[in-house]
Structure formats: structure tokens, C-alpha cells
């Protein structure tokens, strides 16, 4: 079963504006971790954020983890067309060393 | 470094015939991955190596499926007898990990670009 679930499904923005995914998941972690996967691509890994994080930037890329509710979230600022994907939060399990992916956020990006 | 190394790209095979994808990890790591993606599931795990021994095969379908990791450099995984609802692009990933230690280390995984395989 899946781990992380994203919201929304589907976000369509135009170029300049800040997209904002989040990802809630229902177990204790050890780490969650943001891809990024272009179409018929592999994913791309983008950001980890450990479970004693509560932010971490990486460029454009911020993330925050709120373990009291089980959420993250993505945020790209000043988005491109470049940026068009799918975007998937990947959750690693406390005592476990594999992940368990979401269903993916599909970013659309309009020049 | 090439990244994670996949082969084939694109499968398309009948019913009924043996098909074997094949991945190269990227030197130095000891953790491997394989995943199946579909529209309808997502992305699931398949089986996880760590220094080339298989610890998790509990996401292998049933028997049709296997995998094997006969050494550092390479990796296959089998489909026999292939069915159409095994059409799927099957991803292949590896990292580096400290597993078993105290304060485990969990690092990212790379993915190579896939396989797209088609059973008609």
C-alpha cells in the first residue's frame, strides 16, 4: 500500500509562480524524500529531509516535514517550463532501508 | 559517472515467453533496487539487494517473477512466462547505505531510465 499520498494530483501554473505539493504518509520515518521524474524518464532525486529536520532548502527547491502530522511539503519558487513533471515523496520507514512512494503530483508549468 | 545502466530500453515480447531486464549500478554502491511502474499502482518495489544478497522480495508478484545479483556490477530480473499485466516500465536503482549500524545512514537512490516492457 502506499506509503505517501500527495495532493494535488494534478497542479497547472504559469511560469514565475511558486507551486506548492504536499505529501502526507501514515507511519514514523526515518527519512522522506522528494523526485522529480520527467515524462518516461527515471526519477531524479531531489531533496532528503531527515526526520529531525523541520526545513531544508536546496536552490529553488523548500521543503518542510511536520512529524506531529505526518505532512511535507514542496515548494519550487519562481517555477520554469523546465519544470514541468511528476513529483513524488518517497517516505523510508523507521527500521526499514527501503521506500515507499506516493502516486506523484502532476506539475504543469505554462511559459 | 554513467548512472545507473539499464538494458533493454523497450521489450515487447508474446505471452508466454521468458523475458530478463538487466541493470548496471553505479560503482561503489551496495543497495539495489527494482521497481515496477503503472498508472494504475504507481511505483512499487520489487526486490531490494544489499551486498548483492536479496533482503526483501516480499513486492515480487508471484513465482513468474525472479531476481538475481550474482556480483557487485549487475543485476537481473526474470519474467517466466510473461503476461500482458506484466506491461510495465521496470526501473532499476541503487545507493549507498549503512545498514545494520547504529545511527543507519539512508542515502538517496539513483534510477536508471527504465525498461518499457509491452506483452501482447
Known amino acids: 500500500s502506499q506509503q505517501g499520498e500527495e495532493d494535488p494530483q494534478a497542479l497547472s501554473i504559469q511560469e514565475g509562480e511558486n507551486a506548492t505539493m504536499n505529501c502526507s504518509y501514515k507511519?514514523?520515518?526515518?527519512?522522506l524524500q522528494w523526485y522529480r521524474q520527467n515524462s518516461g524518464r527515471g526519477l531524479v532525486h531531489l531533496i532528503l529531509?531527515?526526520?529531525?529536520?523541520r526545513e531544508k532548502h536546496s536552490g529553488r527547491l523548500r521543503v518542510t516535514l511536520d512529524t506531529s502530522k505526518k505532512s511535507s511539503s514542496l515548494l519550487i519558487t519562481a517555477s520554469r517550463a523546465a519544470d514541468t513533471a511528476s513529483y513524488f515523496c518517497?517516505?523510508?520507514?523507521?527500521?526499514?532501508?527501503?521506500?515507499?512512494f506516493g502516486k506523484g503530483t502532476m506539475l504543469l508549468v505554462s511559459p | 559517472d554513467a548512472g545507473v545502466i539499464q538494458s533493454p530500453r523497450h521489450e515487447v515480447t508474446e505471452m508466454g515467453q521468458e523475458v530478463t531486464l538487466r541493470c548496471k549500478p553505479i560503482?561503489?554502491?551496495?543497495?539495489l533496487f527494482w521497481y515496477r511502474q503503472t498508472m494504475m499502482r504507481g511505483l512499487e518495489l520489487l526486490i531490494y539487494?544489499?551486498?548483492?544478497?536479496?533482503?526483501?522480495d516480499s513486492g515480487m508478484p508471484e513465482d513468474r517473477f525472479s531476481a538475481k545479483m550474482p556480483n557487485a556490477s549487475f543485476s537481473t530480473l526474470k519474467i517466466q512466462p510473461s503476461e500482458p499485466r506484466d506491461s510495465a516500465v521496470y526501473f532499476c536503482?541503487?545507493?549507498?547505505?549503512?545498514?545494520?549500524?547504529?545511527?543507519?545512514?539512508?542515502?538517496?537512490?539513483?534510477f536508471g531510465p527504465g525498461t518499457r516492457l509491452t506483452v501482447l
Open positions: 529531509i531527515r526526520s529531525n529536520e
Open positions: 560503482s561503489g554502491h551496495n543497495s
Open positions: 507511519t514514523s520515518i526515518n527519512n
Open positions: 539487494f544489499n551486498n548483492n544478497v536479496p533482503i526483501d
Open positions: 536503482a541503487s545507493s549507498f547505505s549503512l545498514v545494520g549500524l547504529p545511527g543507519r545512514v539512508y542515502n538517496e537512490q539513483f
Open positions: 518517497a517516505t523510508m520507514n523507521s527500521g526499514y532501508s527501503t521506500l515507499t
